[in-house]
């Protein structure tokens, strides 16, 4: 069986979303075989969900911040990408 380590298709994505909307993450990998995606909110150990896309229904305060898809395939070393939930009419400056 021909085995390739995961890669990302695309770099972390920033979604904007006022309170009360509904977004969707994604964490989109070429691999072979299917990788294990687990998606977490930054300094949380909670397991938000184990799909490429990560759902957010209903959007509240503290959901805003940063979260990790850890993708490990056995074999390979794992790697990670952050996508950023931003409040709508925040300007974030480097």
Request: with cysteine; glycine share 10%; proline share 4%.
């Amino acid at each position: 069986m021909f085995t390739d380590g995961p890669e990302f298709k695309s770099s972390g994505e920033d979604v904007a979303a006022d309170v009360g909307d509904s977004v969707k993450l994604s964490c989109l990998v070429d691999s072979n075989p299917q990788p294990t995606i687990v998606w977490r909110k930054k300094g949380q150990m909670r397991i938000l969900g184990s799909d490429p896309y990560l759902l957010l229904s209903g959007v509240r305060d503290e959901d805003f911040g940063t979260y990790v898809c850890t993708v490990t395939l056995s074999g390979f070393e794992e790697i990670l990408q952050d996508a950023q939930l931003i409040k709508k009419g925040l300007c974030l400056f480097s």
